[in-house]
């Protein structure tokens, strides 16, 4: 039995400071659950606790799904993965000259960049925001999207850019090719036969024997009861389910495809899923991140391959990972936004794998951030000033009974007793360092040095 008393401890300690509801994770191998439990409420005005069982959107995680059905159907010969878009659409989508085709929105490299549709259904949704766009079915964002080649930056295949509309839109290839409904076709083709029992989609959460209330939490840390995003979000992020089930969705692809018996995918096309495609935007620790069809590839995770999918809805929130060399994987599911839950998940798989998770370069950032700041004062208390969290970076706040500035820092290394920063002042970029010996803490900005001597009101 592998110890996870660390993950319950970070997991309970953001929980506490994003004030997110409940949160539901499980670790599973090849074999089953290794380690289940849930935190906090899935109902908090009703005092009901969240619990294993409970069901919660999975957001983005469904494009995996959706990449599975599009397999299926080029396994029985119905479509190719190089047919054009339009082939199955009435859309004519040519981007630079060049046909937009099945693939290019399976690995987010059509060319054109996030239309926010879903974002600003959404936010409409659970009045985060007043932009409305008329999408309640895959009809209507087709039609929302003519004229989107005018919009795009680069040739298709070229570049990633993370199109929540293409993978609408394959839903609705999904439905010409088969003459079924996407949602039909994903339950009786994926859903039943890998016996995700709770699997549903979001306008059907709330007939589950257990779902999470959906919460929105503020930037002032209020946590308000909302509404599911039901309607146009289908193949890009509709489906919802328990963390048990989503640890069994992530078993298929320990056992290349197979469980207990349901076959969905034939081992050769799931490697497909799981090749990297299209290097991805994000530069850092874990080499270099790409896209495959409907997954995340992360290749030097503590020298493993990590593959998985985030997901969000905004009042629901997910992440799946998994080893497929070690034979390991997590899925957590939460009912808000706050917390990094691929973070979390990470930190988890470390674990899984007797890794030292406080070795994480995500982890080491983060305790740094937390280290420095406080309330720092210059020599004998001529000027005082306070260092911030500001998402992942720092803020140094200069405040007086007149004026308050805010000086926004940005992390260059925090590997070394010398944690270094850099500002723009005047044009120009400024280094900030802060020193760390023991417990003194020592600020240079500028022409200023200042001490630490307290924390943060």
């Known amino acids: 039995m592998r110890e996870f008393k660390k993950l319950e401890e970070l997991i309970f300690t953001a929980m506490a400071k994003a004030k997110l509801p409940g949160l539901s994770v499980a670790v599973t191998d090849a074999d089953g659950v290794v380690w289940t439990r849930g935190f906090g409420f899935r109902d908090v005005e009703a005092g009901l ?33 190089d047919d054009p878009v339009e082939k199955h659409l009435s859309l004519k989508l040519t981007v630079r000259g060049e046909p ?21 259904f959404i936010r409409a949704t659970t009045g985060a925001a007043t932009a409305w766009i008329p999408t309640a079915t895959a ?3 087709v039609t929302f999207m003519a004229g989107a080649e005018e919009w795009a930056l680069e040739t298709p ?9 293409g993978y609408a839109l394959l839903g609705k290839v999904i439905e010409e090719v088969s003459g079924r409904a996407y949602r039909e076709y ?17 306008e059907e959460i709330e007939e589950s024997p257990e779902p999470a209330v959906p919460y929105v939490i503020t930037a002032e840390g209020e946590r308000r009861r909302s509404r599911v995003p039901a309607g146009p979000i289908a193949a890009d992020g509709g489906l919802a389910m328990s963390v048990l089930d989503l640890a069994r ?14 076959q969905v995918l034939s081992p050769g096309s799931l490697a497909e899923m799981e090749r990297p495609r299209v290097p991805v935007p994000y530069r850092g620790p874990f080499g270099t991140e790409a896209y495959g069809y409907g997954l995340w590839i992360i290749p030097d995770f503590l020298g493993r391959r990590v593959i998985g999918h985030g997901g969000s809805v905004l009042v629901y929130t997910a992440y799946m990972a998994y080893l497929p060399e070690e034979g390991i994987g997590i899925a957590l599911l939460a009912n808000g936004s706050g917390p990094r839950m691929a973070q979390l998940g990470l930190y988890g798989l470390a674990l899984a ?17 937390e280290e420095l700041a406080g309330v720092y004062e210059a020599y004998r208390g ?21 004026t308050e500035q805010l000086i926004p820092l940005v992390p260059e290394d925090l590997s070394g007793a010398v944690k270094r920063f850099t500002t723009v002042q005047n044009g120009r970029n400024l280094p900030v360092e802060f020193t760390v010996k023991g417990n003194e803490v020592t600020l240079i900005y500028e022409r200023y040095c200042f001490r630490k001597v307290g924390a943060l009101p």
């Not at 295949?157 to 509309?165: C, D, K, S, T, V």
């Not at 994903?186 to 979001?202: D, K, M, Q, Y």
């Not at 794998?353 to 951030?369: K, M, N, Y």
């Open 100 to 120: 937009v085709r099945i693939w290019h929105f399976l690995t987010h490299s059509s060319g054109i960049p996030a239309l926010a549709y879903a974002e600003a």
């Open 382 to 402: 001529t000027m005082r000033v306070e260092v911030r969290p500001l998402g992942e970076m720092l803020g140094i706040v200069l405040r007086d009974r007149y």
């Open 249 to 262: 969705y992530v078993r298929m692809f320990l056992r290349r495809g197979e469980i207990e018996g349901g």
């Open 186 to 202: 994903v339950r009786e083709r994926i859903l039943v036969p890998l016996g995700l029992a709770s699997a549903c989609f979001l």
């Open 49 to 81: 606790p969240a619990t294993p069982d409970t069901v919660y959107g999975i957001g983005s995680i469904t494009k995996s799904f959706t990449a599975i059905a599009l397999l299926q159907l080029r396994e029985e010969g119905a479509l190719s993965l």
């Open 353 to 369: 794998v007797s890794a030292d998770p406080e070795e994480l370069p995500f982890v080491v950032h983060q305790r740094a951030l």
């Open 157 to 165: 295949g070229a570049r990633w850019f993370y199109l929540n509309e």
């Open 139 to 141: 009809d209507d964002i």
